[in-house]
């Protein structure tokens, strides 16, 4: 019987096995999605909120799918109880380039390497392109974890490529 | 030319290989947490673990009652099935305990002696597991558990004493095989209680 699988019947050390094997990557994504400060807390949020769902692991994706997927949902969750609402990091589109402008007369005249430029989209720009450039998700996927549609998951991803790409020549 | 010119409407697709954000993202190097962050996680899934506990605690009444019933209705049948043996025509079809389906069948009555080998293999595979673990066990359950298999025990050997005499009995046969798998319900059980490690 596999870590996941003893996880499922109630062993925290089988859990504690996966968190080990998988934390990195919940940890990257955390920080990549809401920054360094909010990873710790996110990471450990995520892996609660995995030992409760257990049960609803079917096996139909890879544990790794699934345990992800989760991983996304919950920090989304957090943009938006920390009031990021939908409609004002997609319906705005503009708000992305705007923003980022803003900050880099103040902020970018120091070396900047990517994690740092992605740290001045907004939320939503941020997790479209995270989500999309780095992870891998296609723009139907992600529209369907935020609630809008694919167009508003493209539009967002073209201005928050604009802007980083500003951001990382201007540190060239 | 902007950017907007340079990447135009397309620009919502997989990234090519000589544009500045593919190479950033291939450098873009992963961190790992300043500090582990296992304990902080592990306080916090012991709020899970408390129902587990009062679940397990639960099956004791029960498996102490089915017992206790176990002894009664098991003595008084058995009683009844060796002294009134059931006359041919109202004996009942057999009806085969789940997972004791390899029986020897002589004349639609299945012999008591059916799979015997499997229900003792089965039987000293959980008595071990259970010696092996009874030490993660309440006294008290062990107590209780021991008790109620040997009101099982007693009510097996008297359902073969009395099939020495009657083997076609169709009501022993299925007395037998149903003690039997209370049984093993109960070894199943105490078993899974001792690897939880509740009490």
Request: net charge negative; hydrophobic share 45%; proline share 4%.
């Amino acid at each position: 019987m596999d870590d996941v699988a003893l996880a499922t019947e109630g062993d925290a050390a089988a859990f504690e096995r996966v968190y080990r094997a998988h934390m990195p990557r919940i940890f990257n994504l955390a920080r990549r999605m809401a920054g360094p400060d909010a990873a710790d807390e996110l990471t450990q949020d995520v892996f609660v909120r995995a030992w409760q769902k257990l049960a609803l692991f079917r096996g139909e994706s890879s544990f790794s799918t699934w345990l992800h997927r989760l991983a996304v949902n919950v920090i989304i969750e957090r943009f938006r109880t920390l009031g990021t609402a939908r409609e004002r990091f997609l319906a705005d589109s503009e708000a992305v380039l705007e923003i980022a402008h803003a900050r880099r007369t103040k902020h970018l005249d120091l070396s900047m390497d990517l994690q740092v430029a992605i740290e001045q989209l907004p939320h939503g720009a941020r997790t479209v392109f995270v989500l999309h450039d780095v992870e891998g998700y296609k723009h139907a996927e992600i529209g369907d974890i935020l609630g809008v549609s694919a167009g508003t998951s493209k539009s967002q991803l073209h201005r928050a490529r604009q802007t980083l790409r500003g951001l990382l020549r201007k540190e060239v | 030319m902007t950017d907007q010119g340079q990447f135009g409407e397309r620009d919502h697709e997989p990234l090519g290989a000589d544009d500045i954000l593919s190479q950033a993202i291939e450098q873009c190097r992963d961190e790992m947490p300043a500090q582990d962050l296992w304990p902080a996680v592990s306080a916090r899934l012991e709020i899970k673990s408390a129902p587990r506990r009062s679940q397990i605690s639960l099956t004791l009444p029960q498996l102490a009652l089915a017992a206790s019933l176990l002894m009664a209705v098991a003595s008084g049948l058995t009683w009844l099935a060796s002294r009134q043996p059931l006359a041919p025509a109202e004996a009942q079809p057999m009806v085969v305990a789940q997972g004791e389906s390899a029986g020897e069948v002589e004349g639609g009555i299945v012999n008591a002696n059916f799979a015997d080998a499997q229900f003792n293999a089965a039987v000293i595979d959980l008595e071990q597991i259970l010696r092996d673990e009874r030490d993660r066990l309440d006294p008290r359950t062990v107590l209780v558990i021991e008790r109620n298999l040997k009101t099982i025990d007693l009510a097996i050997q008297e359902a073969r004493m009395a099939l020495n005499d009657d083997p076609a009995n169709a009501y022993l046969n299925s007395h037998l095989a149903d003690a039997r798998r209370r049984k093993l319900d109960l070894l199943r059980h105490a078993t899974t209680l001792a690897s939880a490690g509740g009490n």
